[in-house]
């Protein structure tokens, strides 16, 4: 680009692996100044492991190429991910699907991940403990004020919405009155766990706990599903559970329900390892369990205004399927970081934008839809497929096609295109 670069004032709210693999992005292009808040005391990731896909993997390098350690650094492994019937007449059998198997994945524990990613950015530029109270303009499109409880204000000419489903960035975006504002039930929980090997290898038993072999294990039934991830070495197993239509109406947050009642949404479950990661979680919560409700999006009518955007759980719902939001958030990341790259003015950022909705929103929009189809299949709940490991590995098969085949370099292509053809227009 010619002509001098403008500085461009860049807030990203959230302090998720989103928002930290876009402030990395940013960090290398010296016309932009960014600042990362985040709510909490400090900077948090929620879950137990994600899978990255070597696609996630090419994405990180694109972001910032002095990334290429960082999994090491966070310690991620390689691993196998194996998905079993739970219950029925087939219990206990793998659900064969060859292609899926050829990924190459690590896992890695999130927070250690955030970690390494914050890891060297400026500390002028990443803000824990920052509550926004709200976030007005200075006028229709200009500028961006982002208030603070306390009575603090912060003056940018973008705002990038990374803070969740139940952030405040999409009210911003989206305006008070749009029917895709507020998330919405979807009939399931999940409540996650970890404990000591020994305990549960002493709990579950040997087969599927091999400490020389990393594995994330999955259990389909009906309207349930078990999930263990073992990081091998005789670390920590993580363990969630996750339950559909079980009866548990969500109260808020939360489905609560007594260790006897969660133990009767797993009852027609007999496989010895299943009933083992039942029984460690009501060991300990001896009172109440709290199923934590999946919340989803609509589908919003766009991720961006004239200053502003969305990425990851603050535009869409994607379901936690083997890494997939991870992959998402990262190529919003990349994409975005890449068009704001190229703006060498206030005046270009709206154009910057509105490429990003029109590239990314639409491939999020894809995700959601096949996660749904998969988060069907993985309770047992679809129709056609039931609990039928035949007919399963050919139907997951199809639906990871779609969401693990990441065409981060079209995308790219299009959204630089798109950008330059409404920057002539203006």
């Not at 972001?63 to 350690?69: C, N, R, V």
């Not at 690590?106 to 250690?112: L, T």
């Amino acid at each position: 680009m010619s002509g001098p670069q403008s500085t461009i004032r860049v807030a990203i709210v959230g302090g998720g692996i989103g928002a930290a693999a876009l402030l990395r992005g940013l960090l290398r292009h010296s016309h932009i100044a960014a600042d990362i808040y985040e709510s909490r005391p400090s900077f948090k990731e929620e879950g137990h492991s994600i899978a990255l896909t070597s696609a996630a993997e090419e994405i990180l390098l694109k972001l910032d190429p002095s990334l290429d350690d960082c999994l090491s650094r966070a310690e991620a492994v390689y691993t196998a991910s194996e998905f079993r019937i739970a219950s029925g007449p087939y219990a206990g059998q793998l659900v064969d699907y060859p292609s899926l198997n050829d990924y190459k994945e690590r896992m890695v524990d999130p927070q250690k991940l955030l970690d390494e990613l914050l890891r060297g950015t400026p500390p002028r530029m990443v803000h824990a403990n920052s509550r926004i109270s709200s976030i007005t303009e200075v006028s229709p499109g200009g500028c961006v004020i982002l208030n603070f409880v306390g009575g603090t204000q912060k003056k940018y000419d973008i705002v990038v919405g990374a803070d969740g489903v139940h952030g405040i960035t999409r009210e911003f975006v989206l305006g008070a009155d749009d029917p895709a504002l507020r998330p919405q039930h979807t009939g399931v929980w999940r409540l996650p766990i970890k404990v000591p090997y020994k305990r549960a290898l002493d709990a579950m038993g040997p087969e599927f706990l091999d400490p020389h072999r990393p594995c994330q294990t999955s259990w389909i039934g009906d309207g349930t599903f078990l999930q263990h991830d073992y990081m091998g070495g005789e670390k920590d197993v993580h363990i969630t559970a996750y339950a559909a239509n079980s009866g548990y109406s969500p109260q808020g947050w939360a489905s609560l329900l007594t260790p006897e009642e969660f133990g009767a949404v797993f009852a027609n479950i007999p496989l010895t390892v299943c009933r083992g990661m039942v029984n460690l979680i009501k060991s300990l919560y001896t009172v109440q369990i709290a199923g934590i409700s999946y919340m989803q999006h609509k589908p919003a009518r766009t991720y961006v205004t004239k200053n502003a955007a969305l990425i990851d759980g603050a535009a869409h719902s994607v379901v936690l399927v083997h890494g997939v939001n991870a992959l998402i958030g990262l190529e919003e990341a990349y994409i975005l970081s890449v068009l704001l790259s190229r703006v060498a003015s206030r005046a270009a950022i709206p154009a910057a934008l509105q490429a990003f909705d029109h590239v990314c929103r639409p491939r999020a929009e894809e995700a959601a839809r096949h996660t749904i189809q998969c988060g069907l299949l993985t309770i047992g709940k679809d129709q056609e497929v039931g609990l039928d490991p035949y007919l399963m590995g050919p139907r997951l098969q199809y639906h990871w096609n779609v969401l693990k085949e990441s065409k981060i370099e079209a995308q790219q292509a299009n959204a630089i295109q798109l950008m330059d053809q409404l920057s002539m227009q203006h």
